[in-house]
């Protein structure tokens, strides 16, 4: 088994209905039906399917999201997840080929002093191509 840096995993063959909670950094890459709420770290795996609000510190999601999203700090949306839900970050990175479907909100966090500082949105240097009217 690969050596994931100390992170607890939650594999591919895992289904879960009901919340979670942990502490420090969290992946999880297989089906979870309930709410999700943290101060650590969450990654969503490719693999990953998980219906229900997340709260959590930061957040980078490589799956599919059915539910609001609420970080602290950053969110990651990589370019091949789906997100279907409103989200609100002190940080958000969306890269080209995400799909995002809902509102976003760039809130003043509440996790850090630094986080209480200006917000701001992280872009590609890149022109970003608009994933509306993708299926």
């Keep these: 088994m690969a050596d994931h840096g100390g992170k607890d995993i939650l594999s591919s063959d895992v289904e879960i ?8 950094e969290l992946l999880i890459d297989g ?23 997340i709260k959590t510190k930061s957040i980078t999601v490589y799956g599919k999201v059915h539910g609001n999203i ?18 609100k970050a002190a940080r958000l990175v969306i890269e080209e080929g995400a799909t995002f479907i809902g509102k976003s909100e760039v809130t003043t966090g509440a996790y850090s002093a630094k986080a ?9 240097s890149e022109p970003i191509k608009a994933a509306f009217g993708r299926a």
């Design 17 to 24: 209905k009901g919340s979670i909670k942990f502490q420090k």
């Design 31 to 53: 089906k979870v039906e309930g709410d999700i709420n943290s101060d650590g770290v969450l990654t969503v795996g490719e693999n990953a399917e998980i219906r229900g609000e």
């Design 70 to 87: 609420t970080v602290g700090e950053r969110c990651e949306l990589k370019s091949k997840c789906v997100l279907q839900g409103d989200l």
């Design 116 to 124: 209480a500082q200006r917000p701001e949105v992280v872009r590609s």
